[in-house]
């Protein structure tokens, strides 16, 4: 689900990380999404297998909240309306809340496919003991 | 048809092959038998016993003082039970599964009303890796709501459906609750889905570990082990857990007292009726009365030799097509003797009527010296054989280390048997008719006797 994204380069160099920061926010806040209230994560695309296990594995509120702002922002795209600023979502609410879950669905998937694809040898004892006989 | 002299010299070649052995062979519960005994120990506050029993494998349990009697809430233990071997924070559900399959190994867990048990079965070399896992199983499962939800409810829910449909669990289950009430009274399964739809979830679950898994609450127990390289390992993967228990939980903890009385449930699914009487506690226990093992193989019900209702009263008593079955049930400071008796509802009601007229004859002394010495045999070579049987020995001592810092020695509770007089078994039988018992009707109520009927007291 993850496009490339040089967001692991910049946040590894503080220099740049502090130079791009302003850059990132005013992005964020052109994006309109905040302007409807939603968060980053409620914009990901939902029809694959890891993100609908994602969101099976959220908690209930977290499940409700989301459909709440999703619904909400449907509506104001509809209506031709935005949220009273006051409403808008703040950049300390826009946090990562479905990210972490499909990272975690992504390495179990990931650690899956390795051991189906481990090659076995024996324990170098057991191997030397087989010889034997 | 085998010629004569091959026949005879089988028979001599194994008569000179049995004079060879003689002098090597041990008796399984002389005096000087090794084999049976645990070797126990403790590194770092945790308590371990282990015996080296010859063979190429090893059965590696983790024993917990958390069963359904210690539960806070319940449906903990089952929660506990069913979280073991899923994701931890160094290895997930998968890794643990795909590794202990290419070590040959089987994973486990199962509770009864005292322990919970975490039980591995893997190769000698293996032991390493499963004491680290138990280590890791203990201390750092991840107990994460979705697991909870997707993994672990549905297996609760299993039990408790598996619990309602079968009329012995719920009469034997019954009688247990009508005897001690709470504590080891508790059903070991769901009686309804209250536990788990009002008392569980997974963080409530996690709090418990913390006092199932903590040092004094635990013991390590191998069968298949050499003692030194099991206490060096235990030694070095058994830090993280904690080593007191985040709250001193006080549940199950006080003597258990006996109460009896009747209970009777109405159920389509068949007929049961559990008679129960005050028994004794574990060899490890201060209750101890060797006299009920052999009053209860003495009733017994179960035939041991094939084509024959055996020698004992019951069995012989017993409507056919009736299944009867004496259990006496140790636990760690008292115990149950009852007798389970499934079939038909008028073959139940009649073997009911039966049994309490065989417990009233040996009462009264009506009872032959040579029936009481088969059911003395009878009650030590089930001792012996249980004793073998290595899951039942590692649950015992187990539960002997955690009670008492003494584990579960065979031979002597085989010695005690043998040193169990006539006069102590009738005696034992006369004080279960004084006391009340507990009886549990499970089925057609409208055939099955109360307790009265068949002539008992509650």
């Known amino acids: ?133 | 048809m085998f010629s004569r002299s091959t026949a005879c010299r089988g028979a001599q070649r194994a008569a000179r092959l049995q004079a060879a052995r003689q002098s090597q062979r041990r008796g399984l519960a002389s005096p000087a038998s090794g084999s049976f005994q645990y070797e126990a120990g403790e590194a770092k506050g945790v308590k371990f016993a282990s015996r080296d029993f010859a063979g190429p494998t090893t059965t590696l349990a983790l024993v917990a003082k958390a069963g359904t009697r210690f539960q806070p809430l319940p449906g903990l233990t089952e929660g506990l039970s069913n979280f073991a071997f899923r994701g931890t924070e160094r290895r997930s559900t998968l890794r643990i599964v795909r590794e202990s399959e290419l070590l040959g190994a089987a994973l486990t867990s199962y509770h009864s009303r005292e322990n919970l048990v975490l039980e591995a079965k893997f190769l000698r070399d293996d032991l390493p890796y499963f004491v680290e896992l138990l280590g890791e199983v203990a201390s750092k499962t991840k107990y994460l709501p979705y697991v909870y939800s997707e993994e672990v409810l549905p297996l609760i829910d299993f039990a408790h459906k598996k619990f309602l449909s079968s009329v012995t669990d719920m009469a034997t289950n019954s009688a247990h609750s009508l005897a001690f009430h709470r504590g080891l009274g508790t059903p070991t399964a769901s009686a309804s889905q209250t536990p788990y739809t009002k008392y569980l979830d997974a963080q409530t679950i996690e709090y418990y570990s913390k006092i199932a898994y903590a040092k004094p609450n635990f013991a390590l127990v191998a069968n298949g082990a050499d003692h030194g390289d099991f206490s060096k390992w235990v030694n070095e993967f058994f830090d993280d857990v904690p080593a007191q228990p985040i709250e001193q939980s006080s549940v199950g903890a006080e003597q258990t007292k006996y109460v009896g009385g009747e209970e009777r449930i109405a159920h389509d699914g068949g007929n049961a009726m559990v008679i129960a009487f005050p028994g004794s506690s574990s060899f490890t226990g201060k209750f101890y009365k060797p006299e009920i093992a052999v009053l209860g193989s003495l009733l017994g019900g179960q035939s041991a030799v094939k084509w024959s209702p055996g020698f004992t009263i019951l069995g012989n008593a017993a409507t056919p097509g009736v299944k009867v079955k004496t259990t006496s049930a140790i636990y760690s400071d008292a115990g149950l003797l009852y007798t389970t008796i499934t079939g038909s509802a008028t073959g139940v009601r009649d073997t009911a009527k039966a049994a309490v007229e065989a417990i009233k004859k040996i009462a009264a002394g009506e009872i032959s010296s040579e029936q009481i010495s088969k059911a003395k045999a009878a009650a030590k070579f089930k001792e012996l054989e249980h004793g073998q049987d290595v899951r039942a020995g590692l649950e015992l001592t187990g539960n002997g280390l955690i009670h008492n810092t003494q584990a579960y020695q065979i031979d002597e509770v085989a010695k005690k048997i043998d040193g169990v007089s006539e006069e102590a078994v009738k005696s034992a039988a006369k004080q279960l008719l004084e006391n009340r018992a507990s009886v549990s009707a499970v089925g057609d109520l409208f055939v099955l006797p109360f307790a009265e009927e068949i002539g008992l007291k509650v």
């Open chain 1, 1 to 133: 689900m993850s496009a490339p994204s040089l967001a692991p380069f910049i946040n590894k160099r503080p220099w740049l990380q502090r130079w791009m920061k302003p850059l990132a926010n005013w992005y964020c806040n052109t994006a309109g999404y905040r302007q409807l209230g939603l968060r980053a994560d409620d914009l990901l695309p939902e029809e694959n297998n890891v993100v609908q296990t994602a969101l099976k594995r959220l908690p209930p509120q977290e499940a409700y909240n989301r459909v709440f702002r999703l619904r909400r922002a449907i509506q104001l795209s509809m209506t031709h309306q935005l949220l009273p600023k006051e409403e808008w979502t703040k950049q300390e609410e826009d946090t990562p809340y479905l990210t972490t879950i499909i990272t975690d669905i992504e390495s179990e998937m990931a650690e899956r496919e390795d051991l189906e694809a481990m090659v076995i040898t024996k324990r170098q004892k057991n191997a030397n003991l087989g010889k034997s006989h």
